[in-house]
């Protein structure tokens, strides 16, 4: 049956119902006025009559009085009355009488249907030439499942079952229905009252008359025995009422409790007979409790609380504050007083019965559960794969279009780059470390964004004056970090012109992926702000990427923006920053290296091939195991030969010794150690080996080991070796030009607790032209094999005593822009000079005063230090990891202004001074310091007397004792500056 079927919506005749009774009531009060005036007029009247008159009649005159007061009383009651209703009206519904509240399916299910089939005539009422459709209320289970349904989208639905008794919105709908129905009001006669109201209708108007049954006396003596009023309170019939006793599956007819609930009709019956009662009922027999008792009161106050009666479910524990008596709790609360019933055996096996069904519903429910989340992982995995296939498709077919693309702006890029430098450009500095994601992971994630922030000195191609710089800033731009930044630009130039060209772009999402190590271009390629920031900068300019490490974001950044990398795409990068493949192409060119062994992927080969080196080169006392990817420092793991690790090597040694070169000839001398030493390392390896401090374990580094290959390299024990590193720019192959000197260095590694080195511009350990053969030939190799951008080249030399000849090793080949390049360039921006690659040198951009140039000709003058005035040599010296635990504690102005304290700061007119910036603006514990003068000794006093100063100004500053590698840099600065000899000029101190 239709739910809304026209004889079901009883709005419109509830609506003129209620029209009907209000227009009656409007009526009786247009009459009870003029009842109330002449009432009134004929009140005051006898009240006269009985002043003037003192007579016999004054006992009449006084009852009729009385009388009239009294009628006058019950007209004010009648028109009270008339309000009322009319409020009622509009709040509350009126009473439902007993049969219309009676439940709508106290029947069976086959009686309503019957009793469907006897009227549906009735109620389907079909229009001419159409079919009803016959159709009845009944539950539907809903298997339209489809095979293929995402059932994460729509999850499982729980079928309704022929257990199902109702529709729940139906019976909803039913109650408010039932609820606003209304019984005719009834006559109001009032037996006590001596009058009916009597009504009538006259010249087609309603109206209502009193007429009186009763004679004055009887009704004066009816007066005295009226009974004052009485208001309805449902409290004090509450309290009649002892309790509500349910017997034997069913509750006992109350009429003081019927009365109770239908008095106000707030729906309080509805909700005994529809909600409360039969969900009671249902939970006490199942239970086969044969009396109970409960409280009117606790009832009352439930039944006023149930607000949705299709969604209300009680439990046995709702039961319990209901119960008169809380003895009675056992009933619901164990089974012991139904086991002692007459059938308790029969409900023993019931309740047996049902708990093995339950459990065995339970078992069903778990296992259909299980299958569900099983088939719900199923369907997710394969959603996500599915969507992992897509967007690697998507990604794959992008990077080669940029791949392709990139390689020709770099081709196109590497014949033009001479003629767009000396036109206005933009470079775009990229400090993004793209290592394998593998090697980034062990970095914590603050540290290695300070990793890649190091090459902040990028910012000093500004100097020239053709090119605007946007660097991307890896860490987050604070106010102290750019004040910084800004102050150290204006230091070496205050010109407001080359503080326009430098722009800092920071990440968008930075904070997104702030738990996770990164490197700059992925977050770069999900920065959409940043990445419009960009666009805004290179806007109708010629531009170029200036990268790190390249990784597929890099490419994909270039083939996005349409600007060429100055580097090699990823795939010859990546050939090239293998150690394995670099030290195989040192070998085919003929050049000399430390003893290695190249691509050891495992630890037999690992042991074995260390083994052999051991045993042939005695004299190496370390041996350096290095990734195939990644920095040499961060990413290598160091075998040091001790009584430890070897303790049988200085036998081995003395043999060696014994033997002399026939050693290296005759594998049988060295069979026995070699066994020897084959047996030992397996065992020993993994405790005594040294890693470095991103890595906890030894298993941590075997893994990248085993995946990624590494180089088995010996660091050479020799007196007195340089550490000189050498920086190339190496042009395009189609181009036909020699790659070109850039710069020189002195690295020297101090310390390992902080990692610290210090760097000496230009070289000044040995003359440059005995390196020039070996770097020259392995950049025109790496060159020739498609080589595009800068490059730096690490070679380790010293002097061999029997053939006294110099002799340079490869060491660390860096084919990117490297913190060198970085330290090359901040030295020509802050002497405002370039490098002349005949002498060595770098030349300041200052004028010489002619009368020092001529006393320089002196044979007396050369023995004494040039001043800033006499010599055009600039020498720089750079520590790139000064720390101190005091640095976070000052703001930037305290610190610069404490910097200045302690003579560190730059002289623009002599071009030389010296300076200190933190890596970043947060943690700021560390930082890099340069400084610059004319000679290279007068740098080295200058930065032992700044950081002399600096130490002693913070230890009185601070009672607390603070970590600081000052002292250690101080000590190997006063060392040092006594000690210092320029080889690289004075041709008495050169190695021949």
Known sequence: MNRHHKLLQTEELYSESIDMIKSAIRGLQGQIKPIQKFIGDRKRDITRLSRMEKTDDSNSLESTRLFYEYILEELINIERTCEECFVRLNIDLLTATKDRTQPPFYLSPEEIRKAYRTCCDAFNEAEQDQVSCRCFWENKLEWDLDDTQDILAKPRVIGRTEFDEHDLNFIQEILCLRSRMFSLPRKRTNVKSGHDIIHDTANGKYRASIRLSLETTNFLQLLKHREASHVFSHIDELLKLKSLKFIDGKFKTNDTWIKILDVHGNLNESRWHLVLCPQIEKILTRRAVPLLRLNPRATFNLLSRITNFASFTLSRADII?????????????????????????????????????????????????????????????????????????????????????????????????????EQPHVILHLPSLGLPPELRRVFNPKMFAIYQNITIFRICSVRNPKAEVVYILPVKPTQDLLLMYSDFIESISPDEDVAKRITFIALSQADTFNKLSLNVSRILHCSQESLTEIEKKIAGKSAFFVPYIVDECDMRLAGSFNIPLLSTDMEVQKKFINASNISEMIDNLGLLQPPHKKNITNYETLCMSLSELLVL??????????????????????????????????????????????????????????????????????????????????????????????????????????????????????????????????????????????????????????????????????????????????????????????????????????????????????IGGDYDVESDHFIADISIDPHLERRRSSFLFIERTPEWNETVKRYAVTITQLHHSKFPSYRWPDLKNLFEECDIEYDRKKRQGSSIILHDGEIRNFGKMVAVSSAMITTLKMIRDNLTKLHETLLKRTRVKSETNLPTLIDFFSKLSLNYKNVATDKCLSTS
């Open 321 to 421: 504050p209901l119960l008169k008596y809380k003895n009675d709790a056992t009933w619901l609360t164990s089974w012991k007083f139904q086991f002692k019933m007459i059938d308790g055996k029969n409900i023993a096996a019931t309740v047996i019965q049902a708990f093995w069904r339950g459990y065995w519903l339970r078992k069903k429910k778990w296992h259909s559960n299980r299958l569900y989340i099983a088939a719900s992982l199923m369907w997710f995995f394969w959603l996500s794969v599915r969507a992992r296939k897509e967007m690697h498709w998507r990604y794959l077919k992008k990077m080669l279009f940029s791949l392709q693309a990139t390689r020709d702006l770099a081709l196109k890029l590497s014949n033009e780059y001479d003629s767009i430098i």
């Open 617 to 830: 080169h005695t004299e190496i006392s370390m041996w350096l195991i290095k990734l195939n990817y990644g920095t040499a420092r961060k990413h290598s793991a160091i075998f040091l030969i001790n009584h430890i690790s070897m303790p049988f090597m200085p036998m081995l040694r003395r043999e060696r010794e014994k033997h002399g070169d026939y050693w290296m000839e005759q594998p049988s001398l060295r069979e026995e150690f070699l066994q020897k030493v084959k047996d030992h390392l397996p065992k020993v390896i993994p405790n005594v080996i040294r890693l470095p401090k991103i890595y906890n374990t030894w298993e941590m580094f075997y893994t990248r080991m085993q995946k990624f290959g590494c180089l088995l390299q010996a660091i050479p024990a020799e007196k007195n070796p340089k550490t000189i590193m050498v920086s190339l720019f190496v042009p395009g192959k189609a181009t036909k030009k020699k790659p070109i000197w850039l710069g020189t260095l002195d690295k020297i590694n101090l310390e390992a607790a902080y990692s610290t080195t210090i760097y000496m511009l230009p070289q000044t350990s040995l003359d440059i032209t005995k390196i020039q053969p070996t770097v020259n030939k392995f950049a025109r190799k790496i060159q020739d094999a498609g080589f595009f951008g800068y490059l730096s080249i690490e070679c380790y030399c010293y002097l061999h005593e029997q053939e006294e000849k110099l002799i340079v090793l490869l060491l660390n080949i860096f084919p990117y822009y490297s913190y060198a390049q970085s330290y090359i360039d901040w030295m020509k921006f802050a």
